[in-house]
């Protein structure tokens, strides 16, 4: 059975590495990532900040993710 998982986090807010894991949703096809990012005031570097905070998220949890 394939796992979902969502991991969140808000830039500003995740100073200390805090990154949400919940439920994630199925995706159209499987073994599929998508990465959303809503951005009005956020730039590219703090982007990449972000998504480097998630991959430390995903690096340091068990897996599949518990969500």
Do not use: C
Request: charged share 20%.
């Amino acid at each position: 059975m394939a796992f979902t998982a969502k991991f969140t986090g808000k830039y500003g807010d995740t100073d200390n590495g805090e990154i949400a894991v919940a439920a994630g949703s199925a995706e159209a096809q499987s073994d599929t990532i998508s990465l959303n990012i809503d951005a009005t005031n956020m730039s590219k570097g703090e982007a990449l900040q972000l998504i480097e905070k998630i991959r430390d998220e995903v690096h340091n949890s068990p897996w599949p993710p518990l969500a």
